[in-house]
């Protein structure tokens, strides 16, 4: 029969392995659910990035007509006072169009900067999910070389009991 020192170290020896081959499969656990989380959130930003693009076609069209209204309200109301379409009202007409143009390439550029920004956010996500999961199979992985450092130890303190 073992000397019940000697059992007792080798309990505790291979209770203190397992408990670390338990915490490094957890942290590889947690990784793998942090990478799940980075990803879904980049799914989101990537979602969100298109959303962007469609708000910005929407918002131009929504310009275009309320624009168009109003082009042709001052049309008509410069008709209906006498007035020709040549000379100053002419330029006037042509100027708002003009600046008609420029509102609706600011409001395509904006829609086009929100969406690289979502992307970007959507880059940065999926790198710190990658990230995650490294440390995870990191802590796994150092987990198991401290078991099996434990067994040693622990095997190296039975014999010498």
Do not use: C, H
Request: hydrophobic residues 45%; aromatic residues 4%; proline residues 1%.
């Amino acid at each position: 029969m073992a000397d019940p020192v000697t059992l007792l170290v080798a309990g505790s020896t291979v209770l203190g392995a397992a408990g670390q081959i338990s915490a490094g499969k957890a942290a590889e656990q947690e990784g793998r659910a942090n990478q799940q989380i980075a990803e879904r959130n980049a799914i989101k930003a990537e979602q969100d990035a298109q959303a962007a693009i469609e708000l910005g076609k929407r918002n131009v069209a929504i310009f275009e007509r309320d624009f168009n209204a109003y082009q042709n309200k001052t049309t008509s109301a410069y008709l209906k006072s006498g007035v020709r379409l040549d000379g100053t009202p002419l330029v006037v007409l042509e100027n708002m169009y003009a600046e008609a143009e420029l509102e609706k390439e600011i409001i395509k550029y904006n829609a086009k900067v929100d969406s690289a920004d979502k992307i970007e956010t959507a880059v940065i996500e999926r790198m710190q999910g990658a990230a995650a999961l490294a440390r995870g199979k990191n802590a796994k992985r150092a987990s198991y070389f401290n078991a099996g450092s434990t067994l040693l130890g622990g095997a190296a303190k039975a014999a010498s009991v």
